[in-house]
C-alpha cells in the first residue's frame, strides 16, 4: 500500500516544527519537506499541497483562510490556527467528545484542531453540559496555566535568553477577557454565555493546568467523568488527589487527565496536559491517525 504523503505548511514555527520532528520517525507516511528558501514561494507551497494527501496548517488565520483557498476538496486539511474552529464546515477535532463526533473525525477532509487553553476547558465542562449536570445558561469562571512554550517562539527566545526578573513569576495576560479560545469554548460545549477566563503564563516551558471550581457534590461529578470518558486520549484520574497538582506533570506526553477533588458541596475540576501535546502537537497527529485510518494512538506518547 502507498504510503500517505503528508505536507505541513508553516513548518517552522512552534507547531509545525514539533510536528515535523515527530512525523519524520514515522515509517508508515511520506514527509513532504519544502525547502527553507522556498517556504514563503507560494507557487512551490502549491505544489506541494497538490501533492498531498494530507496538509497540516501551522500559519497565522488569514494565512491559513488563503492556504485552503489553494487546496483541492479532496486533499485531508488539519488547520492548527483559529480560523475554522467554529466553521460549520470543519468538524472540530476533539474525537473524545462523543462516538459519533469521533466518527465524524474519521470521515471529514477539513478537521479544525482545537486551541490549548479551549482543549481544557471543553474537556472539562462539555461532559456536564451533555449529561444535564450543568446549566447551557452558567456562567463559568476558569483559570488555565500554561508554560511559556504556548506562546510560540518569540516568548520562547524571550525566557531561555532574555528573561527578567518579572518573568520567573506568573502573568495573567488576555485582560481585556477576549481570548482567541473563547469563541470555541462557547460553541462546542453550548454555553450561552463566554466563560469568564483568565490565562496564566509560568516560567517552565510545556504544560497546561486549566481549573473550573461548581457547588456541586465533588464525588457524584467525579463519577460522570468515569462514565464520560472511556475513548481516546482523555482519562480521569482516581477520586481526589495525593498532593499539589504541577501545571507541567504531563510535559511531553500527548494524553489528559481529569482531576476531580473537593467535598460534598464544591468541587475543583482540573485537566492536567502538554500544551504542545493534547493541546496543539498530539492532537493534531491524533486526528491525522483517525482521518488516514490508522490506530488513533501510533507515533503519540501517554
Same mark, same amino acid.
Given at each position: ?6 505536507y505541513?505548511?508553516?513548518q ?6 514539533e ?16 525547502p ?22 501551522c500559519?497565522p ?20 490556527s483559529?480560523?475554522?474552529?467554529t466553521?460549520p464546515n ?19 477532509n ?7 487553553h479551549a482543549?481544557g476547558?471543553i ?5 456536564l453540559?451533555?449529561?444535564g ?5 452558567a456562567?463559568?469562571?476558569?483559570t ?10 518569540k ?5 531561555? /535568553? ?8 506568573? $502573568?495573567? !495576560?488576555?485582560?481585556? =477577557?477576549? @481570548?482567541? %479560545? ?9 454555553l ?24 456541586? /457534590?465533588?464525588v ?5 467523568y468515569? $462514565?464520560? !470518558?472511556?475513548?481516546? =486520549?482523555? @482519562?480521569v %484520574? ?6 499539589n ?12 487527565e ?9 468541587v ?29 494512538t ?5
Open positions: 500500500m502507498q504510503k500517505p504523503k503528508i505541513v505548511d508553516g517552522a514555527g512552534t507547531t509545525g516544527l510536528i515535523v520532528s515527530r512525523l519524520s520517525c514515522r515509517d508508515d507516511l511520506e514527509l513532504l519537506l519544502i527553507d528558501q522556498d517556504r514563503h514561494n507560494d507557487q512551490i507551497r502549491k505544489q506541494f499541497m497538490d501533492q498531498a494527501d494530507l496538509v497540516f496548517l500559519l488565520d488569514q494565512a491559513s483562510i488563503q492556504a485552503v483557498e489553494w487546496i483541492d476538496d479532496d486533499t485531508k486539511v488539519i488547520d492548527a483559529t480560523a475554522h474552529r466553521d470543519w468538524v472540530y477535532g476533539f474525537p473524545e467528545l462523543s462516538v459519533e463526533h469521533k466518527e465524524k473525525i474519521i470521515q471529514a477539513r478537521v479544525a484542531n482545537p486551541g490549548c482543549t476547558l474537556s472539562i465542562v462539555a461532559p453540559i451533555q449529561n449536570i450543568l446549566s447551557s445558561e456562567i463559568l469562571h476558569c488555565s496555566l500554561t508554560g511559556y512554550s504556548g506562546g510560540g517562539k516568548m520562547i527566545d524571550q525566557y531561555e /535568553n532574555h528573561k527578567t526578573e518579572a518573568m520567573e513569576a506568573p $502573568q495573567i !495576560y488576555g485582560l481585556d =477577557l477576549h @481570548h482567541k %479560545h473563547l469563541k470555541e469554548m462557547q460553541a462546542v460545549c453550548g450561552k454565555h463566554a466563560p469568564l477566563f483568565s490565562p496564566i503564563v509560568d516560567d517552565y516551558k510545556r504544560g497546561m493546568l486549566t481549573s473550573v471550581q461548581l457547588p456541586f /457534590n465533588a457524584e461529578v467525579h463519577a460522570v468515569q $462514565q464520560f !470518558y472511556k475513548q481516546g =486520549l482523555v @482519562h %484520574h482516581p477520586f481526589g488527589y495525593p498532593s497538582i504541577n501545571a507541567n506533570a504531563f510535559a511531553h506526553r500527548d494524553d489528559l481529569i482531576i476531580v477533588t473537593g467535598n460534598e458541596e464544591q475543583l475540576i482540573c485537566a492536567l496536559f502538554d500544551n504542545l501535546g493534547k493541546g496543539a502537537c498530539g492532537a493534531a497527529i491524533q486526528n491525522m491517525n483517525l482521518m488516514l485510518g490508522i490506530e488513533e501510533k507515533g503519540l506518547n501517554f
